[in-house]
């Protein structure tokens, strides 16, 4: 196979068809994808950004940025993009552990990550604006670089149940097979233009909608981040939206958001968090469109998906998608489990990653018999659907984004007024779930909330930090000295409203 660029880039419709709608009312249309993308991959080549270099993107969200990363698939580098909620000490690591060859940034943050970088080693940085500016006066044409099916287009980190980041390998064809199977999945056509509201850092905005987009030769508005005034105003230019629950519960809370609004509307898809049954009925009933509802991971793409014709059932995530295999297993054994009972989702196809970035012992204990070990609880009803019940490994997905407990308990238990912690999972009505800290303090009787986030403040992203901070004398353990979170969640389940 080829280079996902050239794979993209061979169902391209004519130059002038828009690909972009900004927000300020610009058009990128797909001649300026070729010219603009083919100026990155020159201005990588140049600043000495080889074959298999990583290019580490810390951003706010623009055209700029996804010209960038199309421009490293061209030049047959690794795109890395970060949060941009990443504090100074999670990006210290990042950069030790990726060694990129070229750091991106905003001008407003250069001045914290330049001395950041230089002590990490990373040989170059730069804003987006500079390297932007300079990629425009480059060539409009570039040579891709072959590439195999294997080889990495980019790497994604997400957080680790041992604290520890992981970096998810992503190849092109890991990209490119996903790509091509959700735009036949979800009938994407050259017709369909897709309010893109999602972050660019994350998998779902990135590779889920833009690629998808870019496989079918769509078109988007591509607005900075979700504000439901502003989704309102451009639902009547749209075909399709992707979101997070978060998004359609805050159209759902906006009396503006009605069914005579979005009667054009071809397709809503919502992932990266559990959407509710309930939100799933309320939004059919005020507007007669049953939600998409499907399945994915990281490092794994997109699995399983509600279909696009036929049942899309609220609590369910639907069905195996083209190409993926799934299966239901024993956590501890592995042996596969019987139709309706609950087990472990493992996965494989071509949409799952290399493993994970320097972490070949780790990459090896999370697959089994060739199949990615999701971590994720679920079972197969007799339909062939599949619901998701749970996570073996705790992980806690707040507004769309993955936040692991001992990441969290790691940096409460270094604070001085900590003796031991837990972080669970509670209710929230937006987010779907949030954090939150149920702590012992290190002296008996100290309950200063505002002190412990003050801690954690430049320790951990915003999205990872408690919503609330709880005090007791004591967590409950079993016989083996293991806290008893679900103890825990039941007991605090109402402590955010």
Known sequence: MANLYTRL???????????????????????????????FAHQLRAAGVGIGDRVAVQAEKSIDMLMLYLGALRAGAVFLPLNTAYTAGELDYFMRDAEPALFVCDPATLASIEPLAEVAGVPRFATLESLAAQAAGQPGHFDDVARDDKDLAAILYTSGTTGRSKGAMLSHDNLGSNAFMLKDAWRFT????????????????????????????ASMIFLAKFDARQVLAQLPRATTMMGVPTFYIRLLDDPGFTGDLVAHMRLFVSGSAPLSADIHREFRERTGHAILERYGMTETNMNISNPYDGDRIAGTVGVPLPGVSIRIADPETGAEMPQGEVGVVEISGPNVFQGYWRMPEKTAA??????????????????????????????????????????VETALDELPQVHESAVIAVPHRELGEAPVAVIVPREPGFSDAEAIKAGLADQLARYKQPRAILFVDALPKNAMGKVQKALLREEHKDVLG
Do not use: C, M, Q, W
């Open 9 to 39: 880039a061979a169902g391209f419709p004519s130059a002038e068809t828009p690909f972009a709608h900004l927000p300020d009312g610009g058009i990128v249309t797909y001649g300026d994808v070729g010219r603009r993308s083919a100026g």
């Open 190 to 217: 050259g017709a369909d233009v897709l309010l893109h509201a999602l972050p660019i850092f994350h998998t779902h905005g990135l590779f889920v909608a833009t690629n998808t987009i870019l496989a079918a030769g």
């Open 366 to 407: 999370e697959f089994r018999d060739g199949r990615f070990v999701s971590g994720d609880l679920g079972f197969v009803d007799a339909r062939g659907y599949v619901s998701l019940v749970g996570r073996a490994k705790d992980l806690i997905i707040s507004g769309g984004y993955n936040v692991y407990p001992a990441e």
